[in-house]
C-alpha cells in the first residue's frame, strides 16, 4: 500500500473526459479529494475506490514532510 500526501500528482487508469488522466491531491484521510490537471474540476473520492484508480504516482510535492520533523509556514 503506497502512501499519499498533499499535493502529490497521479494518473489513473481512466481518462478524465476533459482528456487529462494527471489528478493533483487535495486532501488525504478516508476520502481523497483530487483537482484534474487539465479542466481544474474538483472530485472526491472514498479511499477504496481512490486505491483502485490510481495507475502511478508521477510526483510527490509531499515527500519533503516525510523527513523534517518540524515545518513552518509562512
Known amino acids: ?3 499519499y500526501y498533499l499535493g502529490d ?3 489513473t487508469k ?3 473526459p476533459c482528456g487529462s488522466n494527471q489528478w493533483e491531491i487535495i486532501r488525504v484521510g478516508m476520502d481523497f ?3 484534474c ?3 481544474g474540476r474538483v472530485v472526491m ?4 475506490k481512490f486505491q483502485k484508480s490510481v495507475k502511478k504516482l508521477i510526483s510527490r510535492k509531499g ?4 523527513y523534517l520533523k518540524t ?4
Not at 473520492?45 to 477504496?48: I, S
Not at 515545518?71 to 509562512?74: D, E, G, H, S, V
Open 14 to 16: 481512466k481518462v478524465h
Open 45 to 48: 473520492l472514498p479511499r477504496p
Open 37 to 39: 490537471q487539465g479542466c
Open 33 to 35: 479529494k483530487m483537482k
Open 9 to 11: 500528482i497521479i494518473q
Open 1 to 3: 500500500v503506497e502512501d
Open 71 to 74: 515545518a513552518y509556514i509562512y
Open 63 to 66: 515527500e519533503i514532510k516525510k
